[in-house]
C-alpha cells in the first residue's frame, strides 16, 4: 500500500512538473472571474460580505459601544518584584478612561512560593499604610475601599489577581476576562503590557449599562448588528483559516514525504519482540496506511482558489486534512525517536529526555499536591511522599548514567518510566483521598463529593510538555514521546477505546498514561470550597477556585486569582 502511494506521489509530481509551463500560460489566458475561483463562488462571498455589512449597518456604529468613559484613574504602583517601568506604565494608566471614577493600584509580588495570591495582597494592605490611599475601608475593614482597583502579579509564583471596592466591583466571570487578559503577555515576561491590558480590560467591562437600560430603540437592532457581525467575522475566518490550515497541512504531508524512506528504513531497525517496540510498529502499521489514504484524497483536494476557501464545507475539511497530516508528522518523529534509542544510535541522549518528561511533569504535579494538602492543614503527613518524589529524581539521573554505560536496556528503563508512572498516580491518587477524607469540617461532605465528581473528569488529561523542579525546568514535546498519553498520534491503531488505560491491539497489550494535574487541581478545588466562594461580586468571598479565597480573619472583599 505505501507501494502504491509513492507510485502516486512520483506520478502526480511528474506529471505537475511537466504541466507547470503550460498551467502558469494557461492560467494566466484564464478570465478574471475564473482566478477569482469562478462565478458561483464569487456570488456565495459577495453575497454573505454584503448581507453581514447590511445587518452591521442597521444600528449605528456609535451604539455598538457604552458610553461614559469620561474619568481617568489616579494611579499608584507598588513594584516589590522590580519588574515594571513604574513611570512609563503610571502614565499609560492615567490615560485610560473609565465610567467610574476610580483609584488604581498596581502591585508585583515577590517570591516563586505564592499559593495563594489573595492572601499576599492583604497582607501587604494590613502591613502598609504609605499607600496613596487606604486600600482597606476605614468603615468597614473586611472590604476593599471603595473606588479602589488593585491588579496585582507574582511574577516568579505565576499568580494573577484583581481586587475591587465594592461600590465597582464586577462579577468573577469577568474578573476572570481580566485576568485573562494579561495571560499571554505575563507569561512571555511583558509585565508592562499584561498590566496595561488588565486595566483595559477591566475599563471596557467596569460600568456598562444593563440590558434593561438600553431600551427597546437600540435592543432589537443590536442583536441584529451583533449577529451580522458574528456571521462576517465567522465567514472570513473560516475561508482564511482554510487557507493557512491547508498551507499547514501541505507543509506536514511534504515533510513526511521528504521523510518517508528514513522512516521505513527507521522501523526496519525497531525490535517487535518488547513491548514497547511492538506498540509503535502497530502505529507505524497504521502510518502505512493512512499515508497512503492521505495521499490520493490530497490529490483529490486538488487546488482552491479565490472564493472557493470560502466555501461553508471547505474549513472542516482542510482541518481534517490538517490534523491528519500533523498526525502522520509527528508519528514519523515517533518512529525515528523508538529506533535511535531502542538501537542506542546517536542522539538518544536527546530522546531519552523527551522520554522523562511526562513522567517529571507528574511528580512535580505530586509535589504540588503536596503543599496544598500541607497549605489545607489537613491531618496527613507528606513528608514520605516528597521522600519518595526526591528518590525517583535521583533514579532518573541514575537511570541516564546507567543507560550511557550500557549497564540499563532502552527498554528497560522505559518499562521502569511505566512503574515510575503508575506509582505516582497511585500515591497522588492516595494522598488526595487521605487528605480529603481526614477534613473534619462542616463541609467535609460537600468538599467531598465535588473531589468525587472531579476524579472523574481527570481521566484523559493531556500534558503539557513542560515541567518545573526547585528552580530547574524542562520543555518536551508529548506528541513524539514512545510511551503512549492522550497526545500520542495513532491511538486508534493500539486502541479501540477512549486512549487511556490499558490499550490494546492484535500484537499485544500496551499502557497509556495521562497527566495527574487535573487530580491535583480538582483537590485543591475541592478542599478550599466554601458555600458562596464560586460567586463574584458584592460580599461574596474573593479569590477563585485555585487560590481559595482569603484566610485573613473573615476578610471578605471582591476579587480573585489565577495562575498563568
Known amino acids: 500500500m505505501a507501494f502504491m ?7 502526480a509530481r511528474t506529471s505537475q512538473q511537466d504541466a507547470d509551463p503550460k498551467a502558469a500560460k494557461g492560467n494566466a489566458r484564464q478570465p478574471l472571474i475564473v482566478r477569482m475561483g469562478g462565478i458561483r463562488a464569487v456570488l456565495a462571498f459577495a453575497f454573505n460580505v454584503t448581507m453581514s455589512l447590511a445587518l452591521i449597518a442597521v444600528f449605528p456604529i456609535v451604539a455598538l459601544w457604552p458610553f461614559g468613559k469620561t474619568h481617568h484613574p489616579t494611579v499608584e504602583i507598588h513594584d516589590e518584584a522590580d519588574v515594571l517601568q513604574t513611570e512609563p506604565l503610571a502614565d499609560e494608566l492615567q490615560r485610560l478612561t473609565f465610567r467610574r471614577k476610580v483609584h488604581v493600584a498596581v502591585l508585583t509580588v515577590r517570591g516563586s512560593d505564592i499559593v495563594n495570591l489573595n492572601d499576599e495582597v492583604l497582607k501587604y494592605a494590613r502591613k502598609h499604610s504609605d499607600t496613596d490611599v487606604p486600600w482597606i475601608s476605614q468603615s468597614n475593614s473586611n472590604y476593599w475601599s471603595d473606588g479602589l482597583v488593585i491588579f496585582a502579579v507574582a511574577p516568579d509564583g505565576r499568580k494573577v489577581g484583581c481586587y ?14 481580566v485576568q485573562n487578559a494579561a495571560k499571554d503577555q505575563y507569561r512571555i515576561g511583558d509585565w508592562y503590557g499584561g498590566t496595561v491590558s488588565m486595566a483595559k480590560k477591566t475599563a471596557d467591562l467596569m460600568g456598562r449599562p444593563g440590558s434593561g437600560d438600553v431600551g427597546t430603540t437600540y435592543a432589537m437592532p443590536g442583536v441584529v448588528a451583533i449577529a451580522g457581525l458574528a456571521w462576517l467575522c465567522c465567514y472570513l475566518y473560516r475561508g482564511l483559516a482554510a487557507r493557512r490550515r491547508a498551507r499547514e497541512a501541505l507543509r506536514h504531508y511534504s515533510q513526511v514525504t521528504h521523510d ?11 525490535p517487535e519482540d518488547e513491548p514497547h517496540g511492538a506498540q509503535v510498529m502497530a502505529r507505524y502499521r497504521w502510518f502505512r496506511g493512512e499515508y497512503a489514504k492521505f495521499t490520493r484524497e490530497w490529490q483529490d483536494f486538488g487546488d482552491p482558489v479565490g472564493a472557493q476557501w470560502f466555501n461553508l464545507k471547505m474549513l472542516g475539511r482542510v482541518s481534517d486534512l490538517k490534523k491528519r497530516s500533523a498526525a502522520l508528522d509527528s508519528l514519523d518523529d515517533v518512529i525515528a525517536n523508538t529506533a535511535t534509542l531502542l538501537t542506542m544510535s546517536s542522539g538518544w541522549e536527546g530522546v531519552w529526555v523527551n522520554e522523562q518528561g511526562p513522567v517529571m511533569e ?6 504540588r499536591l503536596c503543599e496544598q494538602v500541607d497549605d489545607s492543614q489537613a491531618t496527613v503527613d507528606t513528608e514520605e511522599t516528597r521522600a519518595w518524589v526526591r528518590s525517583q529524581r535521583q533514579r532518573l539521573n541514575a537511570m541516564t548514567s546507567e543507560l550511557e554505560a550500557g549497564e540499563l536496556k532502552p527498554s528497560t528503563a522505559l518499562d521502569e518510566l511505566d512503574g515510575i508512572a503508575d506509582e505516582t498516580e497511585t500515591r497522588a491518587r492516595r494522598l488526595a483521598r487521605r487528605a480529603i477524607d481526614s477534613d473534619t469540617s462542616r463541609y467535609a461532605d460537600e468538599r467531598r463529593r465535588r473531589f468525587n465528581d472531579s476524579l472523574s473528569s481527570s481521566n484523559n488529561a493531556s500534558y503539557s510538555g513542560y515541567w518545573l523542579f526547585s528552580g530547574t525546568h524542562g520543555y518536551y514535546d508529548p506528541h513524539s514521546t514512545i510511551r503512549l498519553n492522550p497526545d500520542s498520534p495513532a491511538l486508534s491503531a493500539v486502541s479501540s477505546g477512549d486512549g487511556g488505560g490499558s490499550l490494546s491491539d492484535d500484537s499485544g497489550s500496551f499502557s497509556s498514561f495521562t497527566s495527574i494535574s487535573d487530580l491535583v487541581v480538582g483537590y485543591s478545588s475541592a478542599s478550599s470550597y466554601v458555600p458562596g466562594s464560586s460567586s463574584g461580586g458584592g460580599s461574596s468571598s474573593g479569590g477563585s477556585s485555585s487560590s481559595g479565597g482569603y484566610s485573613g480573619g473573615g476578610f471578605s472583599g471582591s476579587g480573585s486569582s489565577s495562575s498563568f
Do not use: C, M, V
Not at 5 to 11: P, V, Y
Open 5 to 11: 502511494a509513492e507510485k502516486d506521489i512520483d506520478s
Open 164 to 177: 475591587f471596592g465594592e461600590d465597582i466591583t464586577i462579577p468573577l466571570r469577568q474578573q476572570a476576562a
Open 260 to 270: 518517508y524512506d528514513t522512516t521505513e528504513l527507521h522501523a526496519s531497525t525497531i
Open 362 to 367: 507528574d511528580l512535580q504535579s505530586l509535589n
